[in-house]
């Protein structure tokens, strides 16, 4: 129920919003625990995914370099500034669905790919 009320959001949104949902989708995705606080926050104007990707160019400018920053975000790595930046703005804690061990890691979780040096 939390990931279609997310999704929602996102088909509903528009430009850097929508980029912005597409990003936390993947966090909701990826934790369904973190679903459920971020399909609740979005009920708040002030939790809405405007209010996450503002947050985010915050960050951006804050930790500009030679007036740039940039980060590519293009699938769930909890270690990624974009995902961390989107999951303190919902408070929601990526390190437990991080600390899961290989073998007790769904498949497939946050990527379609199977690492093979992560069965080693």
């Given at each position: 129920m939390s990931l279609h009320k997310i999704?929602?959001?996102v088909d509903t949104a528009e430009g850097n919003a929508r980029q912005m949902g597409e990003v936390v989708l993947?966090?909701?995705q990826a934790d369904e625990h973190a679903a459920e606080v971020i399909a609740a926050d979005l009920d708040?104007?002030?939790?809405?995914?405007?209010?996450?990707?503002?947050?985010?160019?915050?960050y951006a400018r804050k930790h500009q370099r030679g007036g740039f920053w940039g980060c590519m975000c293009n699938s769930y790595d909890p270690e990624n500034p974009v995902i961390k930046v989107a999951a303190?703005?919902?408070?929601v804690?990526?390190?437990a669905a991080a600390s899961e061990t290989p073998e007790?890691?769904?498949l497939g979780r946050g990527s379609d790919d199977l690492d093979l040096?992560?069965?080693?």
């Open positions: 999704k929602a959001a993947m966090i909701a708040n104007p002030e939790m809405s995914l405007q209010k996450c990707f503002d947050a985010l160019r915050a303190d703005f919902y408070k804690d990526l390190g007790t890691q769904p040096m992560s069965l080693l």
